[in-house]
């Protein structure tokens, strides 16, 4: 168990709705990352919060968009949704604002969109 | 764009041969990080090499990172089932803190 939680584990939807993930970092640290894996891929970089403020962005869509609120769990938003946003949603979180230490990925939330 | 190209994609292994994972970047890295990801599970931290042809062990693993840190292997000698999942190396371009993250390579163990 790295500590870190998401919510929920599985999650199915139609084409064009709107999703909510959550996710609740190890105690202590600042950083959420979060990551989108489609099948049998790599992990994809999405966006960084440290401590609320958005610290970079990586491949994200401008129909996602994600916050860090003041107790430090971070919420993704995923919009318009359509068939290729069926992935695996990863969240890690670090302690520090920059990812030179370890990340602890949270179990994931499947995302199915019918 | 910066990428760290992660070779092979697929790895099939008998039990008990080894196994082993290269990352390329073009520029140099300032750390490669190394995560292994069970089939169904999520990424878990194995090791961060900092150093300059740094090389540490852990059991049956063994990474590298190359001289010019723009290279990393991972290598498993005599690979058990316990290995099976995806290997992924993510290191640090020296001007960005941000991870950039190899593709990952799957390791099979044949039936």
């Known amino acids: 168990d790295s500590g870190v939680t998401q919510t929920p584990k599985h999650l199915i939807t139609a084409t064009g709705q709107r999703v909510t993930l959550r996710c609740s970092p190890r105690s202590g640290d600042l950083s959420v990352y979060w990551y989108q894996q489609s099948l049998d891929q790599g992990l994809q970089f999405l966006i960084h919060y440290y401590n609320g403020e958005e610290r970079a962005k990586g491949n994200i869509l401008e129909r996602f968009s994600a916050q860090q609120f003041p107790d430090l769990h971070s919420e993704l938003n995923l919009s318009s949704l359509e068939l290729g946003d069926s992935a695996l949603y990863f969240c890690?979180?670090?302690?520090?604002?920059?990812?030179?230490?370890?990340?602890?990925f949270g179990p994931g939330t499947r995302l199915t969109v019918l | 764009g910066q990428q760290v190209m992660q070779i092979p994609q697929y790895q099939h292994v008998q039990e008990g041969e080894d196994f082993t994972t290269y990352c390329n970047s073009s520029?140099?890295?300032?750390?490669i990080q190394w995560y292994k990801q069970r089939p169904g599970g999520h990424p878990v931290f194995l090791i961060q090499l900092v150093k300059s042809g740094e090389v540490k062990k852990q059991k049956r693993l063994t990474f590298q990172f190359g001289e010019a840190k723009k290279n990393s292997s991972l290598h498993i000698t005599a690979t058990q089932t316990t290995d099976v999942g995806t290997y992924f190396c993510a290191g640090h371009k020296d001007s960005n803190y941000q991870l950039i993250w190899g593709a990952g390579t799957k390791l099979i163990i044949k039936p």
């Open positions: 520029t140099t890295l300032s750390n």
């Open positions: 890690a979180s670090t302690l520090g604002g920059a990812s030179y230490n370890e990340q602890f």
